[in-house]
T-cell receptor, first 111, second 112 residues
Framework: DVKVTQSSRYLVKRTGEKVFLECVQDMDHENMFWYRQDPGLGLRLIYFSYDVKMKEKGDIPEGYSVSREKKERFSLILESASTNQTSMYLC??????????FGSGTQLSVL | DQQVKQNSPSLSVQEGRISILNCDYTNSMFDYFLWYKKYPAEGPTFLISISSIKDKNEDGRFTVFLNKSAKHLSLHIVPSQPGDSAVYFCAASVYNTDKLIFGTGTRLQVFP
């Protein structure tokens, strides 16, 4: 089974902090994605990556950056956390098709 | 601008009956559609998909119907079971891109 592991289930951070969300997949997938899930808004794509050191902006990249130094690891970075970034963050990977495999999510609260 | 819409935030169905979840889209370039199911405290999991060259795809109790002229798809679950209680997201993509656009989700509750 594909496993996508997100390093934290819950995080509480203060406004202005730099936040790192880590994601690791074990199936040698080329593509990795970061989404956030908010009530009434569904899942919205923040960033994605087709290959190591490559990244593409999704629909809501403002306030975020990403890093993909190794194929299996895709990190989401909040440069200066704000309260409107309180959300459920979901990482996913795919082998080139549309079928995504998701991690369990990180619930981030920014106070 | 929501390109994929699920207008019913919730649905309640009795066990054994049919559940019908609906999804509308606006982008005529979408050509592949998927349904994902999400339980609390878990990530979404793939359920079923359909290509735009088809109008129906079936997998056990789950059937997805696509009406391209109406830009509408639906997921039918027959018979519904309590374990089907979850949030269901529809998603769409344009051919040869791996970028999925998700709907807002519908919470299905199946009661005994």
């Amino acid at each position: 089974d594909v496993k996508v592991t997100q390093s934290s289930r819950y995080l509480v951070k203060r406004t202005g902090e730099k936040v790192f969300l880590e994601c690791v997949q074990d199936m040698d997938h080329e593509n990795m994605f970061w989404y956030r899930q908010d009530p009434g808004l569904g899942l919205r794509l923040i960033y994605f990556s087709y290959d190591v050191k490559m990244k593409e902006k999704g629909d809501i990249p403002e306030g975020y950056s990403v890093s993909r130094e190794k194929k299996e690891r895709f990190s989401l970075i909040l440069e200066s956390a704000s309260t409107n970034q309180t959300s459920m963050y979901l990482c996913a990977s795919a082998d080139g098709g549309e079928k995504l495999f998701f991690g369990s999510g990180t619930q981030l609260s920014v106070l | 601008d929501q390109q994929v819409k699920q207008n019913s935030p919730s649905l309640s169905v009795q066990e054994g009956r049919i559940s019908i979840l609906n999804c509308d889209y606006t982008n005529s370039m979408f050509d592949y559609f998927l349904w994902y199911k999400k339980y609390p405290a878990e990530g979404p999991t793939f359920l079923i998909s359909i290509s735009s060259i088809k109008d129906k795809n079936e997998d056990g109790r789950f059937t997805v119907f696509l009406n391209k002229s109406a830009k509408h798809l639906s997921l039918h679950i027959v018979p519904s079971q309590p374990g089907d209680s979850a949030v269901y997201f529809c998603a769409a993509s344009v051919y040869n891109t791996d970028k999925l656009i998700f709907g807002t989700g519908t919470r299905l509750q199946v009661f005994p």
